[in-house]
């Protein structure tokens, strides 16, 4: 019962946003924004008291569940771009929080990425990008690898800059595309591969007004990924 709360909660407000992302009232597209946001996040990222979708599926990993095997996503539409359909429950927290990094920073506020060298180092992974053309056997690997604690703060750090980026944003900067130069440069710093399975993503992103973004990267994109783990291992009823 708690999950079907919690995803019909989503839903319903996430439909609210689409509507104010439609319309002229900045303020509100903000405050829906960020309620969405915190939905699918750690509730530490936006200082609320109970627990989110995210929460569940992150207390169950770092209870030592990184390797349990889940499915990919919810849905198959883009399973024909990706190396396995199955994967380490670590990995959705990667996969999720480097799109967050890499399209929050790099398109939607022209800046640096969070993550660096010290951070891969920190985390142990063994790759930069997304990881979406990631074979069986690399996944596992990837999997074995990954200190949770580490991911774990780097959730955090990632989500609480996407809420500070999106208080900053514009009306006509949520409306609008950005510069090709602005998605190359996340090929440019190691966030997607040349792989077709990978390099994909830059077209699609490309095709984003900022506020596309914050639809799908931002909040849907973590509902495409969450419930698969909740709904595979049964973490809540």
């Given at each position: ?17 689409k ?12 405050e ?30 770092l ?24 994967v ?22 022209d ?58 944003l ?9 510069p ?34 914050i ?23």
């Amino acid at each position: 019962m708690i999950k079907k709360q919690l995803y019909s909660v989503f839903e319903n407000k996430y439909e609210e946003l689409k509507t104010a992302l439609s319309g002229e009232n900045l303020e509100k597209i903000k405050e829906l924004t960020l309620e969405v946001h915190a939905m699918v996040h750690p509730c530490e990222v936006s200082g609320g008291s109970e627990k989110t979708v995210a929460d569940y599926v992150l207390d169950y990993m770092l209870k030592g569940n990184q390797n349990d095997m889940v499915p990919r996503q919810i849905w198959d539409t883009d399973l024909h771009y990706a190396g396995t359909d199955m994967v380490p429950l670590c990995w959705q927290f990667w996969h999720a929080y480097r799109i967050e990094d890499l399209v929050s920073n790099i398109l939607m506020a022209d800046q640096e990425q969070i993550f660096d060298e010290e951070w891969q180092n920190k985390i142990g992974a063994i790759i930069t990008d997304t990881g979406n053309a990631l074979e069986p056997e690399e996944i596992r690997e990837f999997g074995q690898k990954i200190n949770v604690d580490a991911l774990h703060e780097y959730m955090i750090a990632v989500g609480k800059n996407t809420r500070a980026i999106i208080e900053k944003l514009t009306l006509d900067e949520i409306k609008s595309m950005v510069p090709e130069d602005w998605v190359m440069k996340i090929l440019e710093v190691g966030g997607v591969t040349t792989d077709f399975r990978s390099v994909w993503l830059l077209v699609f992103w490309g095709r984003l007004t900022r506020g596309g973004m914050i639809l799908t990267p931002m909040t849907c994109h973590h509902m495409m990924h969450l419930p698969a783990c909740i709904d595979y291992l049964s973490i809540i009823d």
